[in-house]
C-alpha cells in the first residue's frame, strides 16, 4: 500500500501510515527527523511562552491604564458632582434669604433656578 485508500479515516489511517514511514528510516534519517521534531516542539514552546507572557503583560498594562483613568474620570466626575451641589446649596440660602424678605415665590423660584415646590419647602 503505497497510498490512503479514499474510504479510510485520514485522521487515523494517517497517522498509521507516518509510523510506518518513520520506521522504514535509517539510523542517521531517524536522527535527522528526531532532531527536527525536537527543534519544531522548542520553536512552538518558545512560541507558546511567549504569547502567555504577552498575555499576562497586556492584562497588567490594562488593569493599570484602567486604575489611572479610573482615578482621573474619578476625580473629574467628583469635582463636577461638587460644584453642582455647592451651587445647588448656595441657590437654596439665597432662596432662604430672599424668603425672610418676603419676596414671592414664583421671583424666588427664577431667580435661584429651583421649582416652586423646592421654594415652598424652604
Known amino acids: 500500500m503505497d497510498k490512503l485508500p479514499y474510504f479510510l479515516d485520514k485522521r487515523i489511517f494517517g ?15 531517524l536522527m535527522s527527523y528526531e532532531a527536527s521534531l525536537k527543534h519544531k516542539r522548542d520553536a512552538e514552546s518558545v512560541y507558546n511562552s511567549a504569547l502567555k507572557a504577552g498575555r499576562i503583560s497586556g492584562h497588567a498594562q490594562g488593569v493599570i491604564e484602567g486604575k489611572i ?47 416652586i415646590e423646592e421654594v415652598e419647602q424652604l
Open 69 to 115: 483613568e479610573g482615578k482621573i474620570e474619578g476625580k473629574i466626575e467628583g469635582k463636577i458632582e461638587g460644584k453642582i451641589e455647592g451651587e445647588r446649596k448656595k441657590a437654596i440660602e439665597t432662596a432662604i434669604n430672599l424668603k425672610k424678605m418676603d419676596i414671592s415665590i414664583e421671583k424666588i423660584s427664577k431667580a435661584t433656578g429651583l421649582s
Open 15 to 29: 497517522l498509521i501510515f507516518e509510523i510506518g514511514e518513520i520506521g522504514k528510516l535509517t539510523e542517521e534519517d
